[in-house]
C-alpha cells in the first residue's frame, strides 16, 4: 500500500469498483478501499449488488422460474417428465458460486487494471486524507489528491420489526433461507418485495404481501401496474395494499404480524417475515467531523449534477447520493466522476436511467409514465401492442403483457416507454437508446425489426402512437 494515490475510493460496489477501474484506465494512479463482509466471515468486493442483492436474487428468480415452468408449462409443449422436485441446497449452492465467481472476477478487474484494492475501513479526513484501518487492526493515513465515495446503502430496519436473522429477515436473509417456509410475510410492495416474494411463491410458499401504499408500484405507469397486479394475483401472491405494519413479534419459531387497513386492525401469523421497505444511504463511520462533506436531512450525501461534494476534489456516487438506487445509475456517476477528475468531459443524462422489475412477467420503463407527462402538462399522444399478439411470445408460451409508448405530441420525440412481458429488462435497452439520442416514434416505426421477435413489440406500439399498427387493431 502506498501513502499516496491520485484517486482514493471507498466503496467496492458496483459504483466504486467501476469508479477505479475507470480512474486507473485514465492513468491515474488508484487505490479502492472496502470491508464487505459475508455471513461466513470471509471479505468479498462487490458490494450488495454482487454479495446480497441484484446478482444472488437473480440466481434465484432464474431457478425458480424454471422450476415453476416445468410443473406448470412443459405439458402444453408435450414435454413429458417425472415428479418435479426442488433440492433447495443444490439452488442456494449455485447461487452462491456465481456470486463467488463475479466477486472474484471484480478482484481480478481491479489487479489488472493497476487498481490497489484494500481491504478494511475507509474513513474520509479533512484535507483529502483516508484513514484506512485494515482488517487485523492497523491503521494507516493516504494522501489523495481526489476522493471518491461510494460507500451504498443498507436496508431499513423498523422499530417495530428488529431482524433476528432468523425469523425477521431482511432481503439479504430471505436469499439464504435453507427451506421453503410454509407461510411467508412480505412487508412492502416493491422491486425488492415482490421479487423475494416471487422466488419463495413460486417454490411453493404462501406468501402475504403487506404494502402500505394503496397503489401497487406507485412509481411505475398505471397501465402497467394493472396488468402486473393480475398476474401477480394468479400466481397467488396475496397483495394486501393501504396495509400498515404496526407490529411483528416472534412467537414460538413464527411471527405473528399486526397491521390496519381500511377495516381496522388486523393480523396473520408467518413463518418467515422478510422486512422489504426501502434502503437508506450507508455512510455510518465515513465521514470525520472536520472532513467538510455534508449530508442532506435523509443521511445523502449532497451532491451537484456532476456528483460534487462541497469539499474540492471529494465526489459521491451510487446509493449514497440522490436518484434512483439503481447499480447502473451508480456505475455510470463512477465513469462520470473519473473522467471528469481527468478533466474530460462527461455527464449522466438522469432523465434515461431504465428501471427492471425482475419477476415472471418482467417489467421495465425509462422516461416518464403518463401520469407525469399528464402533470407536466404536455400534449402527448400513446400507443400500446400487447404480447398476446406476438409470435414469438406466443412460441414462448409468455403471453402475458404489453409494450407502452408516449410521445409528445408537436414533435413526436418519445417520453417513455413502459413494458411487462417477456425479456421486459432486455427489451428496453432499445427504448433507452432511442431516447438518449432524442428520438421519435417515426425513427422506431422506420427501424426494421427482425421477424419473429419480441422487439416487434416495439416497433408495433410505436406504430399504434400513430394508429398505424400492422398486428393489432388500433
Known amino acids: 500500500m502506498s501513502e499516496q494515490y491520485d484517486v482514493v475510493v471507498i466503496g ?6 467501476i469508479a477505479a477501474i475507470r480512474a486507473a484506465q485514465n492513468g491515474m494512479t488508484v487505490a479502492c478501499i472496502d470491508e464487505w463482509k459475508n455471513k461466513d466471515g470471509k471479505n468479498a468486493f462487490g458490494g450488495t449488488c454482487l454479495n446480497a442483492g441484484c446478482i444472488p436474487s437473480k440466481a434465484l428468480l432464474e431457478s425458480s422460474e424454471l422450476y415453476h415452468r416445468a410443473r406448470h408449462e412443459f405439458k402444453s409443449h ?5 415428479e418435479i422436485s426442488m433440492d433447495i441446497t443444490a439452488m442456494q449452492k449455485r447461487r452462491a458460486t456465481i456470486v463467488r465467481q463475479l466477486t472474484g472476477g471484480i478482484a481480478g478487474l481491479l489487479k489488472a487494471n493497476k487498481v490497489e484494492g484494500l481491504v478494511g475501513h475507509g474513513r474520509l479526513l479533512a484535507g483529502r486524507k483516508v484513514e484506512f484501518t485494515a482488517t487485523d487492526g492497523s491503521v494507516a493515513t493516504i494522501d489523495a489528491t481526489h476522493v471518491i465515495l461510494a460507500t451504498g446503502s443498507a436496508p431499513i430496519e423498523l422499530p417495530i420489526a428488529i431482524f433476528d436473522d432468523a425469523n425477521i429477515v431482511d432481503s439479504w436473509g430471505a436469499l439464504e433461507f435453507t427451506a421453503v417456509p410454509k407461510r411467508l410475510g412480505v412487508v412492502g410492495a416493491g422491486v425488492i418485495g415482490l421479487e423475494l416474494g416471487s422466488v419463495w411463491a413460486r417454490l411453493g410458499a404462501e ?15 398505471r397501465d402497467i401496474a394493472n396488468v402486473a397486479a393480475k398476474d401477480f394475483k394468479k400466481q397467488s401472491l396475496d397483495i394486501r395494499l393501504g396495509a400498515k405494519l404496526t407490529a411483528a413479534k416472534v412467537n414460538g419459531g413464527a411471527v405473528d404480524v399486526s397491521y390496519t387497513d381500511q377495516k381496522g386492525a388486523q393480523s396473520l401469523q ?14 455510518e463511520g ?18 451537484d449534477h456532476e456528483c460534487r461534494t462541497r469539499v474540492k476534489g471529494v ?4 446509493d449514497c447520493v440522490r436518484g434512483p438506487m439503481l447499480a447502473h445509475k451508480g456505475s455510470e456517476e463512477g465513469v462520470m466522476a473519473a473522467d471528469l477528475i481527468a478533466g474530460e468531459t462527461a455527464e449522466v443524462n438522469y432523465d434515461v436511467v431504465p428501471s427492471v422489475i425482475y419477476t415472471a412477467p418482467e417489467i421495465a420503463w425509462v422516461g416518464k409514465t403518463e401520469e407525469q407527462v399528464q402533470a407536466s402538462g404536455r400534449k402527448f399522444k400513446k400507443g400500446s401492442f400487447p404480447f398476446a399478439a406476438s409470435g414469438r411470445a406466443k412460441a414462448m408460451e409468455q403471453t402475458s403483457g404489453l409494450v407502452k409508448i408516449i410521445a409528445a405530441e408537436d414533435n413526436d420525440e418519445i417520453l417513455g416507454v413502459h413494458i411487462i412481458g417477456p425479456m421486459a429488462g432486455e427489451l428496453i435497452a432499445e427504448a433507452v437508446l432511442a431516447m438518449e439520442f432524442s428520438a421519435s416514434t417515426e ?6 425489426h427482425a421477424h419473429p421477435s419480441l422487439a416487434e413489440a416495439l416497433h408495433e406500439a410505436a406504430l399504434a402512437v400513430d394508429k398505424r399498427a400492422l398486428n393489432y387493431p388500433n
Not at 465515513?286 to 443521511?299: C, F, K, M, P, Y
Open 443 to 448: 425513427d422506431l416505426q422506420r427501424t426494421i
Open 207 to 221: 406468501v402475504t404481501v403487506i404494502e402500505a401504499m394503496v397503489d401497487l408500484l406507485s412509481m411505475v405507469d
Open 78 to 82: 408435450g414435454i413429458t417428465t417425472g
Open 286 to 303: 465515513l465521514l470525520a467531523d472536520d472532513a467538510g462533506v455534508q449530508l442532506d436531512v435523509r443521511g445523502f450525501i449532497e451532491v
Open 315 to 318: 465526489f459521491a456516487i451510487g
Open 270 to 283: 408467518v413463518d418467515k417475515l422478510v422486512v422489504a421497505v426501502g434502503r437508506r444511504p450507508f455512510t
Open 12 to 17: 467496492a460496489g458496483p459504483a466504486g469498483y
